[in-house]
């Protein structure tokens, strides 16, 4: 038999649409849902619950269906899990199968559990799998995770795209049933900017699913015409259909979460598959709605048992009759609405079972006169039936039915009011918690307890419409608690709750961990005033007193892609680049990630490795000359009447009488007097300088300067400006940096006597301006050309066609200033560390009555004997790289755990040495030079003599050469 | 009643109508030998080791809510002992070996599942700290391996070890012995255990004020239930320790931060271990029931209101879909926050106070789950003894004014 | 994401800024003379209340400025802000 109604609904008749659903092909028509769909063919049975693995139909038409879950296919990795079959839309060829079942759903060994569910009560795993212990891994652990989950994780990359976007209103309203339609239009007369959202593929929430309601004097589906064209019409109106409002952050910023092309069967590949809006709204109306509750009373769970309201919706918005043989068991008046509705489809009503006895309503009169079999005071304590109910028991009595109704009245939905931090108040009347009044939103409708269509529509004459008075939670009386399901999809039944009560779990929080009620997929939409009042009912205490759990984002799941949105591979996290990234990739080099900087690690001739690259930057640069892309360091340009003051406070060093024209080395600490960064400092003139940082410290330093020059010494006239990205750096060193460099510099007599080492001149290079520094990190004869970043890579072109320069990257940089001993804040530093465990302490100028981080250094432990301090260190064996971050022992042949007395900052082979050297933090390190300490590593044990840190050039001739 | 596969079924067949409660609920008592204020993991765990070894029964756990409504009952559960300096790697240590016994020392099924923890590392700075951490680890009897991204990816199956990513993947630290557990089930086991032994729980229950005689010393505390006495206070109340400790006139060097994290929709299984980036900011592992459940970053500013802006799970997500995009279509099916109290140097605070009879620990930071064994072993130690446990003396409130921090944020310092 | 009110730009989206801890502990005068547990005091002391806080924050992506802010940390609700070097 056909289960379509003859006409009416909101598909399209007049086409067809074809889709599977495990493995059987199907036909539909456009407007429908996968359940729609479905129940016109008469197939209820749509999934298996999580634990038992009963058989389960679909609950209810929205977003809050515990059942209905399927896995929907795209191919070519789109892949979906765990999508409400209430919300998928079909198109063309869509491919949907069920979950949770081995190997069908209609056959699904997994129901065996079903036989063992006396022993498995709430949180039976606590109890057992202790014994032994080796199997909790090995054996029960893998067990427990296999028989759990739902659906299955896609396995391929997501080839969608996602985007983000954000919004501004003055009013946002969530939910486009009657209440919110009438609200927008009211705050679009004001000309403010509105956005209407709808979580639907249509607008109108429960107006859709109204017979005879008048409106106006038209019918409800004719004035939700003209209201939705009233609104498009108008520019300051947005409507998203197809948008869920799944979150309340901080200052009314709202996330919807709007699904874009899962509803197509051919989406514009331009089209992001869905889209996060973050939207500021001054004020917020919350029209979410009300969901059903369903009915506690053993066996409610069978396929074919759904909500009332939901097989009204499916008759009316769809066109889809849920059984020819249907029983209602109710105690709230809307259930009579359905009654009504699917008797004048000509569907037989078996039975209305009214939990209340003397139910008085327009809904119970007008079904009494329709002559329905209306039973007042009858209590539903049962179902027959397998993969289908095939019938209602009412006490003794037994009803025969293909589809089972049920009401237990309306729980508004309080999510969104309820994650803004508004408060709720327990309405006895309708036996709900509802909103209170909160600043910068409001709720309307029936999520505000206003069920009647007339409440939620001031303003407009409303007819026709049965106001769903009447509302019971918990426990049916008289039903057994056994296999009463509150939570459907997570399998917890009224018995368990009242276990987990016996065993003193009674904070609904914890009655929630501990039986897992509310914590599935749907997140206890539809469970949760029944969980609560069967609490409350076994506790002696009322639900307001047991209260409610917190209700967190997001409303319904969100899609981890689109809030990432098109944060990915490049766009996940700018990259940086230096000005001279282009040649040194058209070189070959390799790159490595420093910050967010790409730099050149080396540069390897063809067929080279890392090490022989490294080594013969490194040999180029000591007997020739090497030139290095430096542009990364940060740079901060300090400028006014006091910066020479100003970076006397901040660095440990004096600063007062460094001549303009000269550079110095400086030293900065926290004020906790630990190395936070260093850097070569220039005076460019009385009141300028120029500041450099290490490469991931720039913006730490700049925000450590401005905090002390802003609110600690506010008096200083002193400006501060990041000029990191102004400059292009090219490091130019060895032995002919000066030849190499000469024939291009204007303006600057580059003699050693006239310029000597850590000075600075201005003129030009190529003809480009230049801020021209005689520096060095690497312990030879060094220049640093600044030049405006625009000119970089032509400067550097330039010097390149001279032939007689390496380029050498970070590493040959790292080795060649370790052989001098220079640190890297950072490496030989880990935030632990005071200049003078570096062996800086003349850094400290004794003169200074204060700088930053120098009343720390006087703190006992920054005084102790044992302080780590920096050394070399030096292999017996000279062919044996020590590993960095390899700890030092005095004893190698203690027991573990050994007392490590320090670790390998850095270690590289040298080849300027023809050996291998390291640096090293060593407690009462200076001490113990020349004596012989182990590194003991996996295998082998090494011996290590302990050197001065310096290795190359300890006078410094060549720096000065 | 002792938790076993026998009674299961005796109590199966018999309606499970003989369960008792799993702890009592007394009304508290006029004054005990010991209050511990703070009814999560690590001060539940202090009662229960303070009766259990200690023989110090007379105590009371007093929590302002339900018992593990903090950051028990609200963390991404890793348990491992990994870290680098000598002081973090005794105590964590400590509470690991604790975790391998304490389903069966409990008699509770904590679920601690020993699956693997494994550190990924990014750049070449990453490796070295990464392999700084695994010698002094190896030295100090620690498992803690450095694996290849070849390795890493057997390991790990989903993981991404390409180079079309930002940040490629260089290498991964891994502790095998690392994992989770169930958080819920800590606070109930130990709740438990030390009810057992006398101890009262008591819920609803929230100090508003600390009493001290004329020298100083705690006499008991206010409650919104009345004045309780004690000879010993106990302050285990991670984010509101401030505030408690402000009650007996002590300032701390904490300040308190939202945490973030949430879960996905429940899977088969499909990630087999967790995995944490310190470098990008993710940190993930899939839950015994099948969610993939996901740590987010902290957000700026202090703050007590358990909740936090969605920019933070933004950044997560950014990072997981960015590691494992096969999860881009995975769903977001809760998220929540927690107030984690954070110190200077990222080090917890144990120990005695400058008020004779108060005892703090605190200051936990991000990480507390998995030391909670550990913390209330030596809490109680310390408590009793009324002197610091070996392994508790380094974390001393003192180090802050001698300057012998405990850095172990500096120790994963920024790329120079 | 908080909206944060500059007081030099107007209201802003929290990125814009940097959080810079509890406002109004000066750097004493004369470090030197304070003893280690005095200097403790300022370098790691800190109220962390709960309810109204007085803090810091930077317009670090607008003015670059460093202002003080009245928040309410319960409800993240901000009370007002303030430039830096004036009293609340």
Request: with cysteine.
């Amino acid at each position: 038999m056909s289960w379509r109604t003859v006409s009416g609904g909101r598909i399209d008749r007049s086409r067809l649409v074809q889709f599977r659903f495990d493995g059987k092909s199907y036909a539909g028509h456009p407007g429908d849902t996968l359940v729609s769909a479905l129940l016109a063919h008469g197939v209820h049975l749509m999934g298996r619950s999580f634990k038992y693995h009963r058989p389960r139909g679909v609950l209810a038409a929205g977003s809050e269906e515990p059942n209905a879950l399927v896995h929907v296919d795209r191919g070519g990795g789109r892949e979906t899990p765990n999508l409400r079959a209430t919300q998928v839309e079909i198109y063309e060829g869509l491919v949907a199968t069920s979950q949770n079942r081995m190997p069908s759903l209609r056959f699904d060994v997994g129901q065996a559990v079903g036989l063992v569910a006396r022993f498995l009560p709430a949180g039976f795993y606590y109890k057992t799998f202790m014994w032994p212990a080796s199997f909790w891994k090995k054996a029960y652990e893998p067990a427990l995770r296999a028989a759990a989950g739902l659906g299955r994780a896609p396995v391929a990359a997501d080839p969608d795209r996602y985007l983000r976007r954000y919004a501004h209103c003055e009013t946002l309203v969530v939910g486009g049933g009657a209440a919110g339609i009438v609200a927008a239009l009211q705050a679009a007369a004001s000309g403010a900017r509105v956005m209407l959202c709808d979580e639907g593929a249509a607008f109108g929430g429960g107006l859709l699913d109204e017979r005879d309601a008048m409106i106006d004097g038209r019918p409800a589906e004719a004035w939700l015409g003209w209201a939705l064209s009233e609104l498009a019409s108008r520019p300051n109106v947005t409507l998203l259909a197809r948008t869920t409002a799944f979150g309340w952050y901080p200052d009314n910023l709202i996330g919807l979460a709007e699904r874009v092309t899962d509803h197509l069967a051919m989406p514009d590949p331009k089209l992001p598959r869905e889209r996060l809006w973050q939207v500021r709204a001054r004020e917020v109306v919350i029209a979410t709605g009300a969901h059903e509750r369903p009915l506690v009373f053993p066996d409610n769970d069978r396929p074919g048992i759904m909500l009332a309201g939901a097989a009204r919706a499916y008759l009316n918005r769809y066109g889809v009759k849920p059984g020819a043989r249907v029983v209602i068991a109710t105690a709230c008046d809307s259930a009579y609405a359905a009654a009504l509705d699917l008797h004048a489809a000509g569907v037989m009503i078996a039975a209305i079972g009214d939990l209340r006895t003397d139910p008085r309503s327009p809904g119970v009169d007008a079904a009494r006169a329709a002559g329905l079999p209306v039973r007042t005071g009858a209590a539903i304590t049962g179902s027959t039936g397998g993969l289908r109910v095939t019938g209602a028991l009412f006490g003794t009595e037994w009803v025969a039915c293909d589809c089972l109704l049920m009401s237990g009245g309306w729980t508004p939905s309080l999510h969104l009011h309820s994650q803004s931090r508004g408060k709720l108040g327990f309405d006895p009347a309708s036996g709900a918690f509802l909103p209170l009044e909160t600043a910068g939103q409001r709720s309307i409708g029936a999520c505000a307890g206003m069920f009647d269509l007339a409440d939620c529509m001031p303003g407009h004459a409303v007819m026709g419409s049965i106001a769903p008075n009447g509302t019971h939670a918990g426990l049916v009386k008289g039903a057994k608690a056994k296999r009463a399901f509150v939570d459907f999809q997570n399998d917890v039944t009224a018995r368990d709750l009242l276990l987990a009560t016996q065993e003193g779990f009674r904070a609904i929080e914890h009655v929630k961990r501990y039986t897992t009620t509310g914590m599935a997929t749907d997140q206890g939409k539809t469970s949760a005033l029944n969980a609560l009042a069967i609490v409350a009912e076994r506790l002696g205490t009322t639900v307001p007193e047991v209260g409610l759990t917190t209700f967190r984002p997001p409303y319904t799941p969100v899609t981890f892609g689109t809030i990432a949105g098109a944060s990915r591979g490049a766009l996940f996290d700018p990259e940086r680049r230096a000005p001279m990234h282009d040649w040194a990739a058209g070189r070959g080099a390799v790159f490595e990630d420093v910050g967010t900087w790409k730099r050149a690690r080396y540069f390897p001739a063809p067929g080279e490795t890392m090490a022989e690259a490294v080594a013969r930057e490194c040999r180029a640069v000591r007997t020739q000359a090497g030139i290095f892309d430096a542009s990364t360091l940060g740079k901060i340009e300090v400028v006014g009447p006091d910066a020479a003051e100003f970076l006397h406070r901040m660095y440990t060093n004096a600063w007062l009488k460094l001549a303009v024209g000269r550079c110095r080395y400086g030293l900065m600490l926290s004020e906790a007097g630990f190395v936070m960064d260093d850097g070569v400092v220039g005076r460019i003139a009385e009141d300028r300088f120029h500041v450099t940082t290490t490469t991931g410290g720039a913006a730490r330093v700049l925000h450590h300067m401005e905090d002390y020059l802003q609110t600690e010494f506010p008096g200083l006239r002193v400006w501060l400006t990041s000029t990191t990205e102004q400059w292009a750096v090219i490091a130019v060193q060895g032995p002919q940096a000066r030849a190499a460099i000469a024939p291009y510099v204007q303006g600057i007599d580059l003699s050693p006597s006239a310029f000597p080492h850590m000075s600075l001149r201005i003129g030009t290079i190529c003809g480009v301006p230049t801020r021209l520094f005689r520096v060095s990190f690497t312990g030879e004869l060094g220049f640093e050309i600044n030049v405006p970043a625009e000119y970089g890579p032509a400067v550097w072109a330039v010097l390149m066609e001279s032939g007689t320069l390496t380029p050498y990257g970070t590493e040959a940089m790292h080795v060649l200033r370790a052989e001098k001993g220079f640190v890297i804040v950072g490496q030989e530093t880990d935030g632990t560390v005071t200049p003078d465990d570096l062996g800086l302490s003349g850094m400290i100028a004794a003169s200074k009555r204060d700088f930053v981080g120098k009343r720390s250094l006087r703190r006992p432990d920054m005084l102790a004997a044992d302080r780590k301090q920096l050394v070399g260190l030096l292999t017996d064996d000279p062919g044996i790289v020590l590993e960095e971050g390899a700890q030092i022992v005095e004893d190698p042949r203690q027991p573990i755990p050994m007392r490590m007395i320090g670790h390998v900052t850095s270690s590289y082979p040298s080849a300027t040495l023809g050996r291998s050297i390291a640096l090293a933090l060593v407690e009462g390190g200076r001490a113990r030079i020349g004596a012989t300490l182990y590194v003991p590593m996996p295998g082998q044990t090494i011996a290590v003599r302990v050197v001065a840190p310096v290795f190359y050039d300890p006078a410094g001739d060549r720096l000065n050469d | 009643m002792k938790f076993s596969l026998r009674t299961l079924l005796t109590q199966g067949l018999a309606g499970h109508s003989g369960w008792p409660e799993q702890w009592r609920s007394p009304e508290p008592k006029a004054a005990y030998d010991v209050i511990i204020v703070g009814g999560g993991g690590h001060g539940l765990a202090t009662a229960y080791y303070l009766a259990a070894e200690h023989r110090v029964r007379n105590v009371a756990v007093l929590e302002k809510g339900w018992l593990g409504g903090g950051n028990t009952g609200r963390n991404t559960t890793i348990i491992r002992s990994n870290y680098l300096w000598d002081e973090s790697a005794a105590i964590y240590e400590h509470a690991l070996k604790l975790w391998e016994g304490l389903s069966r020392e409990l008699n509770y099924n904590v679920m601690y599942s020993a699956r693997g923890v494994m550190m990924l590392a990014h750049t070449v700075h990453d490796a070295q700290v990464f392999k700084r951490h695994v010698h002094a680890n190896r030295l100090n009897g620690i498992d803690n391996e450095w694996l290849t991204p070849e390795e890493a990816k057997d390991f790990c199956p989903p993981l991404n070890i390409g180079t079309d990513v930002r940040y490629p993947i260089v290498g991964a630290a891994l502790q095998r012995r690392g994992g989770t557990a169930r958080h819920d089930a800590v606070a109930w086991g130990y709740a438990r255990g030390a009810s057992a032994l006398g101890v009262d729980i008591i819920q609803n229950c929230e100090v508003i004020g600390i009493d001290r005689d004329a020298a100083g010393a705690v006499t008991g505390v206010e409650t919104t239930r009345g004045r309780i006495g004690a000879g010993k206070v106990g302050v285990v109340a991670a984010g509101h320790t401030s505030v408690l400790m402000g009650m007996a006139g002590v300032r701390m060097p904490l300040e308190s931060y939202p945490l973030q994290a949430l879960v996905s929709e429940p899977v088969k299984p499909v990630f087999p271990c967790v995995v944490m980036s310190n470098t990008i900011h993710a940190y993930i592992s899939q839950s015994d029931k099948g969610e993939l459940v996901i740590g987010a970053g902290t957000d700026a500013y202090t703050s007590y209101s358990q909740a936090g802006g969605l920019h933070i799970a933004e950044h997560t997500l950014d990072a997981i879909c960015e590691m494992f995009p096969m999860f881009r279509r995975m769903r977001m099916l809760r998220s929540w926050g927690g107030i984690v109290d954070v110190t200077p140097d990222r080090s917890p605070i144990i120990g005695l106070t400058p008020v004779p009879g108060l005892f703090v620990n605190c200051g936990w930071g991000t990480g507390g789950f998995k030391a909670t064994p550990g913390s209330g072993h030596v809490f109680a130690a310390t408590i009793a003894q009324g002197r610091p446990h070996p392994i508790a003396a380094p974390f001393t409130l003192e180090r802050f004014r001698t300057g012998r921090l405990i850095d172990e944020a500096a120790a994963a310092a920024v790329a120079h | 994401m908080l909206v944060i009110p500059c007081p030099h730009c107007g209201p802003r989206p929290e990125n814009e800024f940097r959080y810079a801890g509890e406002a109004h502990i000066a750097r004493p005068a004369d470090p030197e003379a304070l003893s280690d547990a005095a200097w403790a005091d300022f370098l790691y002391m800190r109220g962390n209340p709960k309810g109204r806080h007085a803090e810091r924050w930077r317009h670090v992506h607008g003015c670059g400025r460093f202002f003080n802010c009245i928040r309410d940390t319960v409800t993240d609700r901000i009370e007002r802000t303030y430039p830096a070097g004036t009293a609340p």
